[in-house]
């Protein structure tokens, strides 16, 4: 299969390029206005077109000339605070931008999609972990638009036909050989501590230390970075009807409060990670942890690196390459 992925030289998005490679796909071909993503993160062999998903016609010409049979939805903005900061930036980047892909899509005859979703489309859970049937309450704008893409792709789905498969998942993290989180500015808890870590920062700020956890601190479910492009991969290669839609979480199973994670990177390191105290920040929920028992028994997708694991190679990466050059 010839596929489209969006936002491919993001740091999710370059691993699910990888991962499509490993996998056989026929031919993969990145969208990107490189506005965060990294040209040099592309893999080899995967083609590249510079430009944004907004861009209706463009999309439905990359879409006919590579002769693309599915596309991989990554690119969006996709930080809890600046949405709540600028929710309009959101809704035009994750709502309305994704309409004119879905209709490039359209032109085109492209009917399959999978969707990278969030979480955070449950806002504060009555109880965890999480599963596909709890309600989606979502706290923050970034929330609210992943909410808004999928009841689009639903409607899609009924009116013109597209399958679709949409993951919810929360922290990405860890590095392949080739690919690690490389962001400016850097907004993400680990790469923050393993910069502490090695001295490129005073401290790592922690948001709240009164939330109702074990030790205070938010607890978070962190998904490894290769784990979460399996799955994009298994939802794609899934048998899927026209006008059918699919809702997977994707996580661990265990969450890991802040504290935690500052210590297994200390470990880890061997190393200590200096830590200051901050004010909470609007809308971060106190625990969020996803059930994945749904993608497991249907696709067979199982997660195969730990936190630790997951400190690991991000350390590793650091330490081999830490930015993208040239």
């Known amino acids: ?116 979703s969030t979480a955070a489309v449950y806002g504060e859970p009555e109880r965890s972990p999480i599963t596909e049937d709890f ?9 609210e638009t992943k909410r ?9 789905a009924a009116a013109y036909g597209l399958s679709f498969a949409s993951l919810r998942y929360f922290n990405a993290a860890g590095a392949t050989e080739r690919n690690g989180e490389d962001h400016d500015p850097e907004t993400h808890l680990i790469p923050l501590v393993l910069a502490a870590a090695r001295g490129g920062r005073e401290a790592v700020a922690i948001f709240g230390d009164d939330y109702p956890t074990a030790d205070g601190t938010c607890v978070r479910d962190y998904i490894h970075v290769s784990d979460l492009a399996r799955a994009h991969v298994l939802a794609l290669r899934a048998e899927a009807p026209a006008g059918t839609g699919r809702i997977y979480n994707l996580g661990c199973g265990a969450g890991y409060s802040v504290k935690q994670v500052v210590a297994t990177a200390e470990s880890v390191t061997g190393r200590p990670v200096p830590v200051r105290l901050a004010a909470r920040r609007p809308g971060d929920p106190a625990v ?28 590793r990466w650091q330490e081999r390459r830490g930015r993208y050059r040239g």
Not at 148 to 156: G, N, Q, V
Not at 295 to 315: S, T, V, Y
Request: with cysteine; aromatic share 4%; hydrophobic share 45%.
């Open 288 to 315: 969020l942890v996803a059930s994945s028992d749904r993608i497991r028994a249907e696709l067979g997708w199982e997660p195969r690196k730990d936190l630790r694991a997951i400190i690991d190679d991000a350390w």
């Open 135 to 143: 309600p989606t309450r979502p706290t923050n704008p970034y929330g």
């Open 1 to 116: 299969m010839r596929v489209l992925v969006t936002g491919g030289a993001g740091y999710i998005g370059s691993v699910v390029v990888e991962e499509l490679q490993a996998a056989g796909a026929e031919r993969v071909v990145v969208l990107d206005d490189l506005s965060k993503g990294h040209r040099q993160a592309v893999a080899d062999g995967a083609a590249f077109v510079q430009g944004s998903i907004a861009d209706r016609a463009l999309v439905a010409r990359v879409c006919r000339d590579e002769r693309v049979g599915a596309v991989v939805h990554m690119a969006a903005s996709s930080l809890v605070p600046e949405s709540m900061r600028d929710p309009a930036r959101y809704y035009a980047n994750n709502v309305t931008a994704s309409l004119a892909l879905l209709d490039g899509m359209r032109d085109a005859g492209v009917g399959r999609l999978v969707l990278s």
């Open 148 to 156: 808004a893409l999928e009841r689009a792709l639903a409607s899609y």
